[in-house]
């Protein structure tokens, strides 16, 4: 064979090789079934069956700017992800201006009324508006329809997070930046509501997420530092009521919880292993497309969480076990 057909070969084998691998790279590029970077930051993921679904903000360069979209990805490994496009497509719901803002959104099935609830974080540009937005669908991919918005429990709501316990009952998480913390609320029975304060959390934290864990609840957050990443921390309870312990670094400090900031916690239930993967957004303001995910299984049991080193690691779905992929690469951040 001569050099250009060896070249050639290389140049198809080794991307087929690497995307067939279970390998999750903390920080880098993560391409979909169409080979695009994926579009859904500040996200949420749901299961259904065997599919998991992961919904967030979709923020190509492209993006027609009177819009904003709500990227949707089916998986049945965590790995492999295939686009079903925009399962939103909103044009300013509640006339905004034109720097208007829907982030993070998070979606819920309601099982009985066979419908997905989508909930963001709705904005004018100041961020003064401090709502959520709720759009309706009858299929997880979409398309979702705009319902309405509000300020859950009447207060300001700017990062939202979602938590399903494990009975399947809803919370919805939200930062309260006038009383300075952050609430987990309980839904209305049709989810399109928000009725109960479980509990408000005295800790000024966004990017709020809540996991269940061998009988104990872990909440993290992150300081207000806008885009620019910060140490995330979390506290733990015996109930989601409270009381919650003080809040505690969960990586080194000076590595700004390397370069991320949280936006939930996926619990992995297997036939061997629980692992519970922290899901964090590495933002790129000035260039949102090329934001990048931080997945990475935390170290968790006890009373303590700990977020590794980041490594490229791999997932067995049926098992729930993790390992490292064995590349030693530095991540960037
Ligand atoms: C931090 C939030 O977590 C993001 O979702 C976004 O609202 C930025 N702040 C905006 O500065």
Redesign the pocket.
Known sequence: MNRIRITMLCLLVVPALLFSQNVITPGGVWSDDKGEHIQAH?GGIIKLGKKYYWYGEARRADNDTSYRYVGCYESEDLVHWKSRGHALKLSDPEQLGQRWVL??PKVFYHKKNRTYVMYFHLDDARYKLARVGVAVSKTPQGPFKYLKSFRPLGLES??IGQFIDDDGTPYLIFESRPTKGFYIAGLSDDYLDVVKEVCFIRSPL??GAVVHYKGLYYAIGSALT??NPNPNKYATAKTLAGPWSEFKDIAPPETNTYGS?STMMLKVEGTKAVTVIFMADQWKPKTQWDSRYLWMPLQIGEGRLWLPEPQPWTLNIKTGEWKPAGDQRKVPF
Do not use: A, N, P, S
């Open positions: 500040g982030e993070r700017r990062d966004e990017g806008g885009w900031q």
